[in-house]
């Protein structure tokens, strides 16, 4: 046997007793016998590096130092998922869904672990990279950490996809994380808080050996590629399985509802036996197919929801209501408590949302309440103890001036929130404005961060976001806790930033309503930043999902004198004020106008591509056929009652190819 088989057989014999220890939970190997097996390999990899791999089972111990996490993009968006909280949500959900698709529809049951989110791409059977959610659309690489997780197969083995991605989640068992803090408490240092942020965390540190001591674990649960040789959500974890990741077998299929209920009730009991957190179920359409045909929103899959376990509850008294002023000056109620333990965390505040719930609650300092976690993220005060109430307490008086510019608040009709109209005066306001500004979905520059922000408008130094593009390093120095390398980094992440693409930097200005997805549609439809601008009231309306209140709002900002005087600013300092000559290339107006329906399999493209190809030639693609479809693409495997909709509306089927001349 020549060096490199025998390393290579080593390599495959470690990985082996790995995959039967970490996702099968059976030992066939001592530890010591394992660590003498590791050191030989590490020994002969060390004499010889011309046989050397980056998926060794060596690389599991960590070592490698990473100062920058690379932004990377996703091949596919990690969507987030819709949730409900009660049985009738879940009915409402699929009431929907079967008017999407013909035919049965089964479910498969998952738990939903709470933990990091990752995503790993593989490429030829050997992992590629481990990219974090991040905004969904790009995340940040991570895969010299992630490489540590022993569960986490570094080469597959069976019949994988020559490339994918599957998402999972990180997570840190409680055994291992009372391990841990019970080590800490010993060395004298500050217990973590839950396992969750435990996990997130790890996956940032610099020191890839300080992930490996860490007793993470990889849960997954979704393949994403092109082709893929699956027809269920069930079938692809059971492939996964093959593959050799980790995948818990609790999932299930249900054939209905009741099905899902019954899973739903057995875990909302015996969840607490598990070694992980978990806060709910997740319910997915199980065939690949009808999951295509119904497709997504804005922000979520169609085909899946999360139903949540009821929220946990603790009971405290509420000190203090205090008021925060947003970016567009909207004002939020905060109820300030006695602190208190809820779902792991120490809980201090709740929002009380606007004027409407303090009067609809009763709600007055003082009071003994009911609060829990609104989706297991932000704290909410569901209710108060009456018969624990001070006999002598005064309901509560809404604030009417800015606690920040001491403004008069003003409340137009229709709208919950009260606002502080200073926009120009009002520091909260200001330094919000250019928090969003330089936010990672938006312009997402390197250097700065909220404190920097509210140190430069404190000492003159900006006033808005385009007063960035004018720092020197010079002017920085001088601040508090500036040094050198900090100043020098700022200005050059504010200049790399001049190459953010139109549809971030629309978002990063901060219209008010407009988001990342409306952001996106405007800039796609208008091209650049005067095409937006000089749009009037019924033009923005007929672009797809912009309805009367983003179009007043988009009509406000710019016949603002000063946003117009940022913007010229803006475009002067080089920022992408219009779609990028590439995109242009790569779109027509053919199909402007026309509304397209994609049904069934395709064989010279995929689905995802062809609705892309619909977009970039000016079309639109709707889930379902109206007397306003101007097409449907029809593909092997079309629903009978899709089509007979489509004929009794007398709309055009054509096929693939049909298709494929139209846009030629």
């Known amino acids: 046997m020549n060096m490199e088989e025998q390393i290579n057989q080593l390599r495959e014999a470690l990985r082996k007793h790995n995959y039967n220890y970490y996702v099968l939970d059976n030992e066939t190997i001592s530890d010591y016998d394992f660590d003498i097996k590791l050191k030989e390999l590490q020994k002969l990899e060390?004499?010889?590096?011309?046989?050397?791999?980056?998926?060794?089972?060596?690389?599991?111990?960590?070592?490698?130092?990473?100062?920058n996490f690379n932004t990377v993009k996703h091949d596919f968006r990690m969507y987030s998922l819709a949730n409900s909280y009660s049985?009738?949500?879940?009915?409402?959900?699929?009431?929907?869904?079967?008017?999407?698709?013909?035919?049965?529809?089964?479910?498969?049951c998952e738990l939903k672990y709470d933990g990091a989110s990752i995503s790993l791409t593989y490429e030829n059977g050997a992992l590629l990279r481990a990219v974090t959610r991040g905004d969904g659309y790009q995340g940040d690489e991570v895969t010299a950490n992630i490489k540590t997780i022993n569960s986490i197969p570094l080469k597959l083995k069976s019949d994988f996809p020559k490339r994918f991605d599957i998402r999972g989640e990180i997570v840190l068992p409680f055994e291992g994380f009372n391990k841990m803090n019970e080590e800490r408490i010993e060395a004298g240092e500050e217990p973590y808080r839950n396992p969750r942020n435990t996990a997130s965390g790890s996956l940032k540190l610099q020191d890839s050996s300080e992930v490996a001591r860490r007793p993470l674990d990889c849960l997954l649960y979704h393949i994403v590629g092109e082709r893929l040789p699956i027809n269920t959500q069930f079938e692809s974890l059971e492939k996964a399985r093959d593959w050799g990741f980790k995948v818990p077998a609790i999932a299930k299929v249900a054939k209905s509802l009741k099905?899902?209920?019954?899973?739903?009730?057995?875990?909302?009991?015996?969840?607490h036996d598990l070694p992980y957190e978990t806060d709910g179920v997740v319910v997915k359409v199980n065939s690949l197919f009808q999951q295509e045909e119904m497709g997504y929103t804005a922000k979520s899959p169609r085909w899946a929801i999360a139903y949540k376990f009821k929220?946990?509850?603790?009971?405290?008294?509420?000190?203090?209501?205090?008021?925060?002023?947003?970016?567009t000056g909207a004002i939020t109620p905060v109820a300030n408590l006695e602190p208190v333990e809820l779902a792991g965390t120490i809980v201090k505040r709740a929002s009380l949302h606007n004027a409407d719930q303090i009067e609809k609650l009763d709600i007055r300092v003082g009071d003994t309440v009911f609060v829990e976690k609104g989706g297991e993220i932000i704290p909410k005060i569901v209710k108060i103890d009456l018969e624990l109430r001070n006999p002598n307490s005064q309901p509560t008086q809404y604030s009417t001036h800015c606690p920040e510019c001491n403004t008069e608040l003003v409340r137009q009709e229709g709208d919950a929130k009260h606002f502080c109209p200073n926009v120009d005066g009002c520091p909260p306001q200001i330094m919000g404005r250019i928090q969003h500004f330089i936010s990672r979905k938006a312009m997402d520059i390197d250097g700065l961060g909220s404190e920097t922000v509210a140190l430069l408008v404190e000492n003159g130094l900006i006033k808005n976001y385009a007063d960035l593009y004018e720092l020197t390093v010079e002017q920085i120095l001088p601040l508090e806790r500036m040094a050198e390398k900090s100043a020098e980094n700022l200005v050059a992440g504010v200049e790399i930033s001049k190459q953010i693409p139109f549809e971030r930097v629309l978002f990063a200005l901060g219209i008010r309503y407009v988001g990342e997805t409306v952001a996106k549609k405007l800039a796609k439809h208008?091209?650049?930043?005067?095409?937006?601008?000089?749009?009037?009231?019924?033009?923005?309306?007929?672009?797809?999902?912009?309805?009367?209140?983003?179009?007043?709002?988009?009509?406000?900002?710019?016949?603002?004198?000063?946003?117009?005087?940022?913007?010229?600013?803006?475009?002067?300092?080089?920022?992408?004020?219009?779609?990028?000559?590439?995109?242009?290339?790569?779109?027509?107006?053919?199909?402007e106008g026309?509304?397209?329906?994609?049904s069934g399999v395709f064989t010279k493209v995929s689905r995802n591509e062809l609705k892309k190809l619909i977009e970039q030639n000016g079309g639109k693609v709707s889930s379902s056929i109206s007397k306003k479809t101007s097409y449907v693409v029809a593909g092997e495997n079309m629903g009978p009652s899709k089509k007979a909709k489509a004929e009794s509306l007398e709309v055009s089927i054509i096929t693939e190819d049909d298709f494929l001349i139209l846009i030629s």
């Open 46 to 67: 060390e004499a010889h590096p011309e046989f050397y791999d980056a998926n060794s089972p060596t690389l599991r111990v960590g070592g490698e130092i990473t100062k």
């Open 87 to 108: 049985k009738e949500d879940l009915e409402d959900w699929e009431t929907r869904i079967k008017k999407l698709v013909d035919g049965a529809v089964e479910y498969t």
């Open 259 to 271: 099905e899902v209920f019954e899973f739903v009730d057995y875990w909302d009991v015996h969840r």
């Open 311 to 327: 929220a946990e509850q603790a009971v405290t008294v509420l000190n203090e209501i205090t008021y925060q002023v947003g970016r």
């Open 526 to 591: 208008y091209k650049n930043i005067e095409g937006l601008a000089n749009a009037t009231e019924e033009e923005l309306i007929n672009v797809d999902e912009i309805g009367d209140v983003i179009a007043k709002s988009v009509i406000g900002f710019f016949t603002s004198e000063e946003n117009i005087e940022t913007i010229e600013r803006l475009k002067s300092y080089g920022v992408q004020l219009e779609i990028s000559q590439e995109e242009l290339a790569n779109q027509t107006n053919k199909l």
């Open 594 to 598: 026309k509304i397209f329906v994609v």
